[in-house]
């Protein structure tokens, strides 16, 4: 992994922090103390879907079909009942979602666009295939739009604004005055926020990850979307998280990693 490790973080990101959050989805912890890697730490829908969306983008393909056939892949990994429904048609259409798994998927588009406009097109385009609500289309647009601006250097205040105002997200809260009552919330308007703000108030990578994961909650998702924001702005995810996070992945996902990170990594 010579070659990822001189590069600054693309995907990755949103991939570790899916793969600290998986064993803490139904087993919260409210504290930013606790292991980072157990024996029962593996990848979830987060990682399968973030990967589709990058191959669609890096080899030019739909993103409705590419999602669909990495789904029907890579069975089990914890999809939503609607998505697994939408993965059994032949001919699968979008059903209205506001869920959460339209932002978990779309750090790739943060990466590869050069413009904010094509950012926002792209985030929805890649939304609305599934989550073709307007909170879902919105939570990946807000995300999406996140990963670009920490990627190009905008100070954090400037992306909280940014945010704040193009999206109508409320980002005036603290971790520390949701923690003792933040519940399991599916919804891209339930968990981006949070995702957000729990990268808004992180020193490093790896403390934006543990700030999403200590609210409790979708925890996977929550880590996923402040991970791939985390990666862009700080644009370094320390080896003792890449090396196990990369020992959990099949080979076929760490090729298409190392062939997104040569495309649209910063230099």
């Known amino acids: ?146 990963v670009f601006m920490a990627r190009n250097n905008s100070p954090k205040k400037d992306i909280r604004d940014f945010l704040a105002t193009r999206f109508d997200y409320d980002l005036d809260f603290t971790l520390e005055s949701i923690r003792p009552h933040y519940e399991f919330n599916v919804t891209c308007q339930g968990s981006v926020p949070q995702a957000i703000v729990a990268f808004l108030e992180s020193s490093d990578y790896e403390d934006a990850v543990r700030l999403a994961i200590s609210i409790g909650g979708d925890s996977d998702t929550i880590a996923c979307i402040a991970g791939g924001i985390a990666a862009a702005y700080y644009k370094h995810i320390p080896e003792e998280i890449t090396e196990p996070v990369l020992d959990r992945l099949p080979p076929e996902f760490i090729d298409l990693i190392e062939q997104f990170d040569e495309a649209y990594s910063s230099p």
């Not at 792209?122 to 879902?136: D, F, K, L």
């Open 1 to 146: 992994m010579s070659t990822m490790e001189k590069r600054p973080p693309t995907i990755l990101g949103a991939i570790a922090g899916d793969v600290i959050g998986s064993v803490y989805e139904w087993q919260n912890v409210r504290s930013t103390d606790f292991p980072l890697f157990t024996d029962r730490t593996d990848f979830t829908d987060d990682t399968v879907l973030t990967v589709a969306v990058a191959d669609a983008i890096l080899n030019k393909k739909e993103f409705g079909r590419t999602i669909w056939e990495y789904g029907r892949m890579h069975r089990n990994r914890g999809y939503g009942g609607m998505f697994i429904r939408w993965l059994q048609e032949r001919n699968p259409r979008p059903y209205g979602s506001y869920g959460n798994g339209s932002a978990m998927r779309v750090s790739p588009v943060g990466f590869a666009c050069s413009t904010m406009e094509e950012v926002l097109d792209m985030s929805r385009w890649s939304a609305e295939v599934t989550h073709n609500h307007p909170e879902g289309i919105k939570g990946a647009q807000a995300t999406a739009a996140a």
